[in-house]
C-alpha cells in the first residue's frame, strides 16, 4: 500500500486517469444501455473543472512542500506516520503544508452534512423516478462513499490537528541560547 499511495502521489495524472476510469465503469453498470465511450466522454467533460481544482491544489501543495512533488510525497508519507521531521526546513515545510490543509478544511462539518443531503437527495429522487436497479446502484454508492470518506476525513483531520501540535513543540524560541526547543 505505501508503494501505490508513493506512485499515486508521484503521478497526479494517474490518479486523475483512475478515476475517471472507475467513475466511468460506475455509470456504465447503473445504465448499461449506453455506450461506455459517451459515457467515458461526458465524465471526462464533467470532470475538467473537478481536475483544474485538483492541480490548483497539488501545485500550492508543492510550493509549500519546497517545490518538489517528491519532496510533497516524503512529507506526507511522515504525516501518515505521524513523524515530526527533525530538520529544521522540513519542518517549516511540513508546518506550512499542515497550516494550509487545515484551513482548507476548515468548512468540513458542513460540508460532510452537504454531502450526505445531496447524496441522500438523489438516492430518493433516483428511486422516485428510476428503476430499481440505479435506485439500488446509489443507495450502495451512497453508503459507500460516504462510509469512507467521513470517517478517512476525520482521521486525516486528527493527523493534521497532532502534526501541528507536534510541530508546536519543536518550534525554537526567539532569542533562546543555542536554539533550544520550548518545552511544551
Excluded at 166 to 173: F, M, S
Amino acid at each position: 500500500m505505501k508503494r501505490l499511495n508513493g506512485l499515486m502521489g508521484r503521478h497526479l495524472w494517474l490518479q486523475i486517469t483512475v478515476s475517471t476510469l472507475l467513475a466511468t465503469a460506475l455509470i456504465w453498470c447503473l445504465y448499461p444501455s449506453r455506450s461506455w465511450v459517451s459515457i467515458l466522454v461526458r465524465t471526462v467533460l464533467c470532470s475538467l473543472g473537478a481536475i483544474a481544482v485538483v492541480v490548483s491544489t497539488r501545485r500550492r501543495e508543492r510550493r509549500a512542500a519546497g517545490g518538489s512533488t517528491d519532496r510533497l510525497v516524503a512529507l506526507e508519507g511522515r504525516l501518515r506516520r505521524g513523524e515530526a521531521p527533525d530538520d529544521p526546513a522540513e519542518r517549516e515545510s511540513m508546518r506550512a503544508l499542515v497550516e494550509q490543509r487545515l484551513h482548507r478544511t476548515r468548512h468540513r462539518v458542513p460540508a460532510q452534512i452537504g454531502l450526505v443531503l445531496l447524496f441522500c437527495a438523489v438516492t430518493v429522487l433516483t428511486a422516485l423516478t428510476a428503476g430499481p436497479r440505479q435506485t439500488l446502484g446509489l443507495a450502495l454508492l451512497t453508503v459507500v462513499f460516504l462510509g469512507w470518506s467521513i470517517p478517512y476525513g476525520n482521521l486525516q483531520h486528527r493527523r493534521l490537528r497532532r502534526m501541528r501540535s507536534a510541530l508546536a513543540g519543536h518550534r525554537r524560541e526567539p532569542g533562546a541560547a543555542g536554539g533550544t526547543p520550548r518545552s511544551a
